[in-house]
């Protein structure tokens, strides 16, 4: 029979054995190395999407041609359309793939552009009414549950909610 010194002893070893063994495995992992694979384009990406964008039809070409419809129509950019829009968001990432693949600096700028249009604005270019840190700074805490009060673009219609909707009509 096993003394319960012994036993213990065992034991503890045993513990020890399990304990110096997960520490390995759960050392962490080597910090990865190269660009991101999901979040930049490799430079053979970047070649086989400049090789895409010669065919008219492709979704390389249209990105880039919608990024070039930034510069010649820019009004047509002056208003996001709607909380749901992509207009200014996918402005910028049309723009952006853009200069990647064609490297024209004009690209870029209109990236740029889009992207600061997207962060500080809410429905107008300009507005200002964006998520800036002026407007965050602003704080939460004195919320009281009410809807923001939004003006509406137009007399004939009126705020319910937070949305603009025709006078007279009612809405959730």
């Given at each position: 029979m096993?003394?319960?010194?012994?036993?213990?002893?065992?034991?503890?070893?045993?513990?020890?054995?399990?304990?110096?063994?997960?520490?390995?495995?759960?050392?962490?992992?080597?910090?990865?190395?190269?660009?991101?694979?999901?979040?930049f384009m490799r430079p053979g990406d970047v070649t086989a999407y400049a090789a895409s964008a010669r065919s008219p039809a492709s979704a390389a070409?249209?990105?880039?041609?919608?990024?070039?419809?930034?510069?010649?129509?820019?009004?047509?950019?002056?208003?996001?359309g709607g909380v749901d829009s992509d207009a200014w968001p996918g402005a910028t990432v049309a723009?952006?793939?853009?200069?990647?693949?064609?490297?024209?600096?004009t690209?870029?700028?209109?990236?740029?552009?889009?992207?600061?249009?997207?962060?500080n604005d809410d429905q107008k270019a300009g507005d200002g009414l964006g998520c800036t840190p002026?407007?965050?700074?602003?704080?939460?805490?004195?919320?009281?549950?009410e809807y923001p009060r939004r003006l509406c673009s137009s007399p004939s219609r009126t705020t319910r909610g937070t949305r603009c909707v025709p006078s007279g009509r009612l809405s959730p």
């Open positions: 096993v003394s319960s010194r012994v036993r213990s002893a065992m034991w503890m070893m045993a513990a020890l054995a399990l304990g110096a063994g997960s520490a390995a495995w759960a050392a962490e992992p080597p910090v990865p190395s190269g660009p991101h694979p999901r979040l070409a249209k990105l880039i041609a919608r990024c070039q419809q930034t510069i010649e129509r820019p009004e047509e950019l002056k208003e996001r723009c952006a793939f853009a200069y990647r693949v064609t490297g024209q600096k690209y870029l700028a209109q990236a740029l552009k889009y992207w600061r249009i997207t962060l002026e407007r965050a700074a602003k704080g939460w805490s004195s919320w009281k549950g």
